[in-house]
């Protein structure tokens, strides 16, 4: 398959990513989201990886760094979203208010 099939795909994901990201209300959809945006940007690694120097696996190592990034990600993520149930029962992103006043 040709390198800009996989861009595309990216690229798609990538839009997705960003529209639930600015139009959801709901946290748990934003680290949805966040996760979809970190996945094209894994396919992107493996895509160019492939395409520039098939016999290197660069792109790999970098997508399973992102990977280990991403899981930290959600883990902390899904903590701080947690604590802020037990404190305001809702994950609503429009209650969030916590550093105001």
Do not use: H
């Not at 398959?1 to 861009?7: C, E, H, S, V």
């Amino acid at each position: 398959m040709q390198l800009q099939y996989f861009l595309l795909l990216a690229a798609a994901l990538f839009c997705i990513g960003v529209y639930g990201l600015v139009t959801s209300r709901n946290a748990v959809r934003v680290l949805m989201s966040i996760e979809l945006m970190l996945n094209a940007v894994n396919l992107n690694l493996m895509a160019f990886s492939n395409y520039l120097d098939p016999a290197m696996i660069k792109g790999q190592i970098f997508a399973v760094f992102v990977i280990t990034v991403a899981a930290a990600e959600a883990a902390v993520g899904l903590a701080i979203l947690l604590a802020i149930y037990r404190n305001r029962d809702t994950v609503d992103m429009e209650q969030f208010n916590l550093l105001k006043w």
